[in-house]
C-alpha cells in the first residue's frame, strides 16, 4: 500500500518530509502506547467488551506505526527501496494487515456501540468477555488472510507472479481487479457505508429515548457525538485512498506519486487520532492518561522536593551549629565546645 516518489527532491525537501513524517509516526506510537498502558492505570476498562475493542485496534495501530511506518518514510524521502524483495513483501503485507485491521475494528466498535443502544438488555446479557474477544480474533483472522498469503503467493498480481522481484528498488503493492474489489470495496466502502446506516440509526434511537426520559440522555448524547467524531475521522482519512486504490485499478488509472503518497499518509494519520479522540471523549481513558503524563512529573517534583528540604535541613543545621561554635560560653560555664559535641550527638542522621 505503498507508492514511491520522484528521488530527485532536494535536501530540504526531504528534510522537511522526514520530519514531517518522522512527527506522524512518533504520534501513532505515543498514543497507542498510551492506550495499552491504560488498564494498568484504571483495572476497569479491560471489563466492559468495548475497551476490548479498543485495545486490540490500538494494537493494530501501534504495529502499522512501529513496523510499517517506519520503512514507509524511508520510501517517501528517498524514492527507492533498500531492503530486497523478501523484506519488501513482508512489509507490503504487514502494512495492508494492519490498515485492514484498523478499518474492521473501527466497524466492530460501531456496531458494538449500536448494539449497546438498541438492545441494551441483550448486550449486557449476550456480549461479554469471550464473546469480544472472539470477534476480536476473527477481525485478525480475515486481516491476515486478506494481506500475507496473496501476496506471498501471486493472487494480487495480473500474471501470478509474486511481486518485488523484479525491479528490486521498488517496493509497491501490485492489484489485480479481483484484489481491488475486495480489499477496497469488500473490506472499506462496503463496511463505511454499514457504519453510516448504524449512525443514522443510532441517532434515531437516542432522539426516541430522549423523548422518553432524560434520565441516560447526555451519556447517549456523547455516545453519539462520539461515534461521530471517529466516523469522520476515518471517512476523511482513508477515502482519498481507497478511491485511488480501488478506481486506479479498474480503470487502469494511475495518480501522480506524490498524490499517492499524500493520501496514503492521510490514511496513515488515522491510527494517531483514534488515541486522541479517546482522551478527549472517553473519561476512563482520560483518566489513565493523565496519571500516566503525571506520575512522571510527580516523581521528578518528589525527587526535587525531597532535594530541597535535605539541602534546608543541613543549611539551617550548620548555620545553628556555627553560632553555637561562635558563642563564648553559655549561662551554666559550658564552653562552645561542650555545646556544639551535644549538638552533634543529638542532630538526627536522617532527613
Keep these: ?46 471489563k466492559k467488551p468495548t475497551y476490548i475493542f479498543l485495545i486490540s485496534l490500538a494494537i493494530a495501530d501501534l504495529l502499522l506505526g512501529i513496523i510499517v511506518l517506519p520503512f514507509s518514510s524511508i520510501i517517501a524521502v528517498t524514492g527507492t527501496w533498500f531492503f530486497g524483495p523478501v523484506v519488501c513483501n513482508l512489509y507490503v503485507s504487514s502494512d495492508v494487515c494492519f490498515s485492514t485491521s484498523s478499518i474492521l475494528h473501527l466497524l466492530v466498535i460501531t456496531l458494538d456501540r449500536y448494539y449497546a443502544a438498541a438492545s441494551p438488555f441483550h448486550y449486557k446479557t449476550r456480549m461479554k468477555q469471550n464473546c469480544a474477544l472472539l470477534i476480536v480474533i476473527i477481525v485478525w483472522f480475515v486481516s491476515v488472510m486478506i494481506s500475507f498469503p496473496p501476496i506471498h503467493t501471486g493472487l494480487n498480481t ?12 521498488t517496493c509497491v503493492l501490485e492489484t489485480n481487479k479481483i484484489y481491488s474489489l475486495v480489499d477496497g470495496i469488500g473490506l472499506f466502502f462496503i463496511p463505511l457505508i454499514f457504519m453510516c446506516v448504524l449512525y443514522v440509526h443510532l441517532i434515531l434511537i437516542v432522539r426516541k429515548k430522549g423523548a422518553v426520559s432524560s434520565k441516560n440522555s447526555y451519556k447517549e448524547r456523547r455516545l453519539v457525538i462520539t461515534i461521530a467524531v471517529v466516523l469522520s475521522g476515518f471517512a476523511v482519512c482513508w477515502v482519498p485512498y481507497f478511491t485511488i486504490f480501488t478506481v486506479g485499478e479498474l480503470f487502469k488509472w494511475q495518480a501522480h506519486p506524490v498524490v499517492s503518497d499524500v493520501v496514503l499518509w492521510l490514511g496513515y494519520l488515522n491510527s494517531s487520532i483514534n488515541p486522541i479522540i479517546y482522551g478527549l471523549l472517553n473519561q476512563k481513558f482520560r483518566d489513565a492518561f493523565r496519571k500516566m503524563l503525571c506520575i512522571t512529573c510527580n516523581k521528578t517534583d518528589a525527587s526535587s522536593n525531597y532535594s530541597m528540604s535535605r539541602t534546608s535541613y543541613y543549611t539551617t543545621n550548620n548555620q545553628a551549629l556555627s553560632r553555637m561554635k561562635n558563642t563564648t560560653k553559655n549561662k551554666n560555664g559550658c564552653t562552645n565546645k561542650h555545646i556544639y559535641e551535644e549538638a552533634i550527638s543529638s542532630s538526627p542522621t536522617k532527613v
Design 158 to 169: 495480473d500474471d501470478g507472479v509474486i511481486q518485488s522481484y523484479e525491479d528490486r528498488s
Design 1 to 46: 500500500m505503498n507508492n514511491t516518489t520522484d528521488s530527485d527532491k532536494s535536501l530540504g525537501a526531504k528534510i522537511t518530509i522526514g520530519l514531517v513524517l518522522g512527527s506522524i509516526t512518533f504520534v501513532v506510537i505515543f498514543g497507542n502506547v498510551l492506550v495499552l498502558l491504560s488498564p494498568f492505570f484504571s483495572r476497569n476498562l479491560l
